[in-house]
């Protein structure tokens, strides 16, 4: 998994070598490999580490903490009062370590920052008082709970304002990397097999974990969620935990975005809900953001307040579709569903999914990397019953002059477009000048599995964007 991680791996190696002490803040959603990346990168280089205890009082806390320091050599068996006192003790541990960068790995740092322990302040005290006065520091700090580093660390406005040197969002792979994955661990998987992999999971490194290379593709999908102790049958609720001190209000907002492909706007979502969440909301929305859980897209022609929130977290819209509310008790159901209508359905939703977590591949593709450009969805809904409305998913908005509607279909092979989808095709441009006014150039990119079928109506198709195209680096 390193082996994708090579950017991120290089930063950190990089700061061993600075001339003066860093502070680092990892971030990212559970399981996104976090704690496997500063591990493999130090290996035995960490001069401290420690793990925050989940669900924890302060006086457990502190005696971890206690603990991790005399695992690396602090002598005595004094277990600290407070957090000030508990970074004096390592103050004093570390200034006995031999010359050179010392590098501190704390994980789980939220789950220290218990009820009235004045965590926060003593860890702006460490650092402020102490190791930013050195020039041999490197503090690595990460969580599973996103919203408290975002919040509380890379956002501080007290004393940590602006102390942190660095910050990594550690995304979850792509196609290419999970590609490089499932080559590293010798599953024998074709492109399309990982494709509908990462419909179903995305590009969490645990969940790809989880993959056993003597099953099959669907096999592997039913072992994972609908056999008996299947590993990420019950990750939903541990997911949302882990991230958010609060779960609940993220868990409605996911809900209910989950019920609307194209997503809502925060008006429609406040009205969908069953509390006021209130200025919250905000909070909710822009941490779910955070986490790479949603996409904010503001419609062509509209205004800020018309921001769109739309859910595109593959594992938990599969949640959603197969798991939550049902009783299944098949341990082959993946196996049986894939034969069935309801996968064509569902498959063709988690294609356009796809294509939205591989924008840059897909303007890669268009040989548009280079141009300032912006993506939407965009839909018209007319009030006069007899007047034809017309939806795009995707559309590229480019500062050239041009835009680009995206039509993404996925199928068994070639797509075969037919003269009455061409003539579909040809009445939702119109529709789209006409009700945008655009003064740009407009034209349809076909984003599918394998191509287009050769005939007379693609050749009406100006650009294709193929599945080798979404795995590119």
């Given at each position: 998994m390193l082996a994708n991680r090579i950017?991120?791996?290089?930063?950190?190696?990089?700061?061993?070598?600075?001339?003066?002490?860093?502070?680092?803040?990892?971030?990212?959603?559970?399981r996104v490999g976090k704690t496997y990346l500063i591990r493999e990168t130090f290996k035995k280089n960490l001069s401290f580490q420690h793990t925050g205890i989940n669900n924890e009082n302060l006086d457990e806390q502190l005696l971890a903490f206690s603990n991790s320091m005399r695992r690396y050599g602090r002598r005595g068996k004094t277990v600290p009062k407070n957090w000030t006192e508990a970074f004096f003790m390592l103050e004093q541990l570390l200034e006995k370590k031999d010359v050179g960068k010392k590098v501190i790995f704390i994980d789980e740092l939220p789950w220290m920052d218990t009820p009235k322990s004045n965590f926060v302040s003593a860890l702006d005290h460490f650092w402020n008082g102490w190791a930013n006065t050195r020039n041999d520091i490197l503090l690595i700090v990460c969580g599973s709970a996103t919203s408290w580093i975002i919040s509380k660390i890379v956002k501080n406005y007290g004393g940590l304002h602006n102390r942190l040197t660095r910050q990594i969002h550690l995304a979850p792979f792509n196609l290419y990397e999970c590609e490089q994955y499932a080559q590293e661990r010798h599953l024998s998987m074709t492109r399309?097999?990982?494709?509908?992999?990462?419909?179903?999971?995305?590009?969490?490194?645990?969940?790809?974990?989880?993959?056993?290379?003597?099953?099959?593709?669907?096999?592997?999908?039913?072992?994972?969620?609908?056999?008996?102790?299947?590993?990420?049958?019950?990750?939903?609720?541990?997911?949302?935990?882990?991230?958010?001190?609060?779960?609940?209000?993220?868990?409605?907002?996911?809900?209910?975005?989950?019920?609307?492909?194209?997503?809502?706007?925060?008006?429609?979502?406040?009205?969908?809900?069953?509390?006021?969440?209130?200025?919250?909301?905000?909070?909710?929305?822009?941490?779910?953001?955070?986490?790479?859980?949603?996409r904010t897209y503001t419609p062509i022609g509209k205004k800020k307040k018309d921001t769109v929130y739309q859910l595109i977290d593959n594992y938990t819209l599969?949640?959603?579709?197969?798991i939550s509310g049902k009783n299944i008790n098949e341990p082959n159901y993946w196996s049986r569903t894939i034969t069935k209508q309801q996968y064509s359905v569902w498959s063709g939703l988690a294609f356009e999914r796809v294509c939205f977590w591989h924008i840059s591949q897909i303007k890669k593709a268009l040989g548009i990397s280079g141009i300032i450009s912006n993506v939407h969805s965009w839909v018209y809904r007319p009030k006069d019953e007899n007047e034809t409305g017309a939806q795009v998913d995707m559309l590229i908005d480019r500062d050239d002059k041009v835009i680009n509607l995206c039509e993404m279909k996925f199928s068994q092979g070639e797509f075969e477009l037919t003269e009455k989808y061409d003539l579909e095709l040809r009445n939702r441009?119109?529709?789209?000048?006409?009700?945008?006014?655009?003064?740009?150039?407009?034209?349809?990119?076909?984003?599918?599995?394998?191509?287009?079928?050769p005939n007379a109506w693609a050749n009406d198709i100006q650009q294709q964007v193929t599945m080798d195209d979404l795995f590119e680096k």
């Open positions: 950017k991120e791996r290089n930063e950190l190696l990089s700061l061993t070598a600075s001339e003066k002490s860093e502070f680092v803040a990892i971030y990212g959603r559970r399309r097999q990982i494709l509908e992999t990462y419909m179903v999971i995305g590009g969490i490194p645990f969940y790809w974990d989880c993959l056993k290379k003597e099953l099959s593709w669907a096999q592997n999908i039913d072992n994972m969620f609908f056999q008996e102790n299947a590993p990420l049958r019950y990750e939903f609720d541990a997911l949302y935990a882990s991230l958010f001190r609060a779960p609940q209000p993220y868990i409605d907002v996911v809900t209910i975005l989950g019920t609307k492909k194209t997503g809502m706007t925060r008006d429609e979502i406040m009205k969908n809900l069953d509390r006021d969440l209130g200025g919250k909301l905000s909070d909710v929305l822009r941490h779910l953001d955070e986490c790479d859980f949603i599969f949640y959603f579709k197969f441009m119109s529709i789209f000048q006409a009700r945008t006014k655009t003064r740009k150039g407009v034209s349809t990119v076909m984003i599918t599995a394998y191509g287009l079928k």
